[in-house]
């Protein structure tokens, strides 16, 4: 049973308190410390949305366990927290430190993990309110987080996905970090695709006006729908698509419900940007859809979906038309997600990211401070191979990061 402590005194001044919904603290007061940052998967709609639409629940190994620091009755530090009792929907693939502790007769759930629900996009951070010593919070929340896994036998602490410049604080507080990539584009100024496309070598940028062509001869419009422009039908449709790809490709990973992207409509479709593939004769009904989000000079893409094959679509929908509509808007960045067997090849070179741990077994603590540097050496020369392999010209190359 997780024991949820009401109010522990820190000083005469400050108290921590454990909440077991987003939705006990209010929105205005979450999202002043949220909306500055440069990820949207922190924001209170985003986060609450998980779990009244029953995606991120105790049912589903999802169960909310949220840290708040107040100062005399003020809000001034939250920390998005989740008890696990597995490890689906993290992207950061922990089965052989799992298998490690089972061996050595240890429990490895529950867990205790600090990410946006099933979001493998970097920007994970406390929430900490403007002029407060990030350092010292950070230190504050870290030996609190200590004292909670203490009190209701939680193997370890576990932030996925986190903010570079956040990472520090808790490398201080004794949590080692594990290198991992994803693969993100970066505008360099382009002010065109035609700018994107000299990146490549020949053989590649004949390859891509090849794949950007297919759609057309397939009879296919593409069309950028955007925040009030995204029709209301259309958010329930995303989930059909999205349910259709997990089904074909990817068993076991339908997290999200219908509701929660019928949720998305009233009070979080500012974000949301829509690269949709439509037929004449299907009228308003795309044939495929690629859903991103955007915030600031940021662009995620998250799922997509089609509900009949054709030819590169693919690639044009969830690849190039987001490159050409970023370029557009002046973004300066594009993650695309989770995966990374057709970015390489299409402008994502490898990115590090890194995640942070901390186990309470005296034993796992220890296997994981001799070998996490070895492993990371191990991915840091996977991330410079396969920025080697990049189409890129030869200037491009030099430019990779890591190479």
Known sequence: MIIFSMVEQLQPSNSFQWISRVSEIPKADWDAFAQPLKTPFLEWEWLNNLETSGSATARMGWQPCHLSLWRSRRLIALAPLYIKAHSYGEF??????ADVSHRLGARYYPKLLGMAPFTPA?????????????AA?????????????????????????????????LEDCGYRAWLHHSYIWTNRGFDTFDDYLKMFNSNQRRNIKRERKAATKAGLRLETLVGEDIPRFLYPAI????????????????????KFFEQLYPNYRDRVVLFAAYRPEDGETPVGLSFCLRKGDRLYGRYWGCREEFNCL???????????WAI????????PGAGGRHKKRRGFPATPNYSLHRFY??????????YIDEINEMEQAEIEAINQ??????REISLCPDV
Request: net charge negative; glycine share 4%; charged share 25%.
């Open 239 to 258: 989930y059909t698509f999205y349910s259709s790809t997990c089904d074909k490709f990817y068993w076991g990973s339908k997290y999200l419900t219908r």
């Open 361 to 370: 077994d005296s034993r796992m603590n220890q296997i994981l401070r001799s």
């Open 137 to 169: 919070i950070a230190s504050m929340m870290a030996a609190e987080i200590d004292r909670f896994c203490d009190r209701n036998r939680i193997s370890g602490c576990h932030f996925l996905f986190v903010d570079p410049q956040w990472q520090p604080y």
């Open 328 to 335: 557009s808007q002046g973004i300066s960045q594009f993650d």
């Open 122 to 134: 970097v920007g994970y951070r406390f929430l900490v309110a403007p002029g407060e010593d990030e």
């Open 389 to 394: 392999d990049l189409p890129f010209n030869k």
């Open 314 to 324: 693919h690639f044009e929908a969830c690849y190039y038309k987001p490159i050409e």
């Open 92 to 97: 950061v693939f922990d089965q052989q430190w």
